[in-house]
């Protein structure tokens, strides 16, 4: 769907956009014809997605960098600035996750999550805001369906994305008279992600998740992408506060979906 979007001469951050979802969208801006510029922890993995995203002919920077350091964060953003110009686009998706019960997880463990996603979610959005093209500017929060859903085994990301939910509905009130969109996508049952792989680890707990989703089917990283494209672009230039599930109707079906997978069944 990248090309029904044009953005080109548009600038574009993506924060943990080396891996999974958040290089599909980066992947997908660079097809729709923007620059964009990536930032993640892995020296090695922003060097192999840069490579990548430099293959439909677009100008990609990469920046390497912990989202749960401010000042490192802020560095990015001025070097993208530099490079690129007003930021028009800017995603934010670096997330930690693991499984455990609330008992055996340390408070290091917890705050660890809290700190990759909340913080860092407030690091990547705080930072963006002297940089941004205004009015104009679409940010998009990269969330998940624990948010809203409470799911065992989970009591870190439900707590961090919950957060990041509200922090974007405040932020779109803060922000909207100056003409910027903040937004939530929220992922369900994505194939080929590692957080599908950490909540399914068997061939039986995918077989008992995908038979919950009211699709019958795991998503696709393109599916995510296209979405956030049409978020982004003017067609839905009036939204803005939204959380915006994307996952079949898996949320639907409230926590029972994954309780098979994280469990090992």
């Known amino acids: 769907m990248s090309g029904q979007f044009n953005f080109s001469g548009q600038n574009v951050f993506v ?11 980066a992947d997908a801006f660079a097809r729709a014809g923007a620059r964009v ?53 800017v995603v934010s998706g670096a997330a930690g996750n693991f499984v455990a019960p609330a008992v055996g997880m340390s408070a290091n463990g917890f705050k660890t999550v809290v700190d990759i996603d909340l913080l860092g979610t407030f690091n990547v959005l705080r930072a963006s805001h002297g940089w941004l093209r205004k009015p104009g500017a679409s940010l998009i929060n990269i969330s998940a369906p624990q948010a809203f859903v409470p799911m065992p085994m989970q009591a870190h990301v439900c707590a961090a994305k919950a957060g990041v939910d509200m922090l974007t509905r405040v932020l779109a009130m803060e922000w909207g008279p100056e003409g910027v969109r903040v937004n939530s996508i929220v992922p369900g049952p994505i194939d ?22 009211p699709l019958r089917r795991f998503g696709t990283i393109d599916a995510v992408a ?14 803005t506060g939204v959380v915006l599930p994307v996952d079949g109707g898996a949320s639907l079906a409230g926590p029972g979906l994954f309780n098979s997978g994280m469990t090992g069944a």
Do not use: W
Request: glycine share 12%; proline share 4%.
């Open 37 to 89: 510029a990536i930032l993640s922890r892995s020296a090695e993995r922003v060097a192999a997605a840069v490579k990548s995203l430099r293959g439909h002919g677009r100008e990609v920077l990469g920046c390497t960098g912990d989202v749960r350091e401010a000042p490192v964060v802020a560095a990015a953003f001025e070097q993208v600035h530099t490079a690129f110009g007003p930021i028009d686009v």
């Open 192 to 213: 080929g992600t590692e957080g599908m792989q950490r909540l399914t680890p068997t061939e039986a707990a995918r077989s008992a998740v995908m038979a919950a989703v």
């Open 226 to 239: 296209n979405v956030v494209l049409m978020l982004c672009s003017p067609v839905c230039d009036y939204v």
């Open 15 to 25: 924060a943990g956009g080396s891996s999974g979802i958040n290089l599909g969208i």
